[in-house]
């Protein structure tokens, strides 16, 4: 199966507004979760937003209300919608999907200056 590919990130000013893509091509069955993680220079690889298959979702509690995740099933595609950045939004975005396994894009870099 294939690797999500993700598009959208780039250099915003605090306060913008960014919105990343997610697409998940081919031939792939019964995708369950997909969402996004965010590292940034020396952290962990840190949980932003989920939503499965039904369209549940769930955000980290430092994203909430500034964040919506929304997704496409036809197109097996996700996207984060990002308002109110703050430079310590700033990180690689890394999206996934689920199905037996789960499948990494290579990220997209954001960074909110200050």
């Known amino acids: 199966q294939v690797q999500p590919v993700e598009s959208g990130g780039g250099l915003v000013q605090a306060g913008g507004s960014l919105r990343l893509s997610c697409a998940a091509s081919?031939?792939?069955?019964?995708?369950?979760?997909m969402g996004w993680f965010r590292q940034a220079p020396g952290q962990q690889r840190d949980l932003v937003a989920t939503i499965t298959r039904g369209g549940f979702t769930n955000y980290a509690h430092s994203v909430q209300g500034r964040f919506t995740i929304s997704r496409d099933n036809a197109k097996n595609t996700i996207y984060l919608q990002m308002n109110s950045l703050k430079p310590e939004d700033t990180a690689v975005y890394y999206c996934?999907?689920?199905?037996?396994?789960?499948?990494w894009g290579q990220g997209t870099q954001v960074t909110v200056s200050s």
């Open positions: 996934y999907y689920s199905t037996i396994y789960t499948h």
């Open positions: 081919g031939s792939i069955r019964s995708i369950n979760d």
